[in-house]
Nanobody, 120 residues
Framework: QVQLVESGGGLVQPGGSLRLSCAASGSIFVIKDMHWYRQAPGNQRELVAAINSDGITNYVDSVKGRFTISRDNAKNTVNLQMNSLKPEDTAVYYC??????????????WGQGTQVTVAS
């Protein structure tokens, strides 16, 4: 059984910063790509940032220069540092990872989500 648990969401003023973390646990053999998604009310879930096992990153245009994704392979964690936050960044943020286990092979797992609210 693999679990992804996010932390670090909350309420922040425009221009502020938050750091999201996601920890994977369970019978993990290898973690391949890791991602952060977000979903605002009435919107589809969108990919915000991605990082592969070599540390190569990609971002949606709206967060480039403001958000930084990173990972710690020894701890099976992925982080999202969010700076210069805007009201339009308000959403539930989800981490997502492609994980290989001995029992199930390669599967995609999701965290439960953490709320980020940017407001005065």
């Amino acid at each position: 059984q693999v679990q992804l648990v996010e932390s670090g969401g909350g309420l922040v003023q425009p221009g502020g910063s938050l750091r999201l973390s996601c920890a994977a646990s369970g019978s993990i053999f290898v973690i391949k790509d890791m991602h952060w998604y977000r979903q605002a009310p009435g919107n589809q879930r969108e990919l915000v940032a991605a990082i592969n096992s070599d540390g190569i990153t990609n971002y949606v245009d709206s967060v480039k220069g403001r958000f930084t994704i990173s990972r710690d392979n020894a701890k099976n964690t992925v982080n999202l540092q969010m700076n210069s936050l805007k009201p339009e960044d308000t959403a539930v943020y989800y981490c997502n990872a492609d994980i290989i286990t001995a029992a199930w092979g390669r599967r995609t797992y999701w965290g439960q989500g953490t709320q980020v609210t940017v407001a005065s």
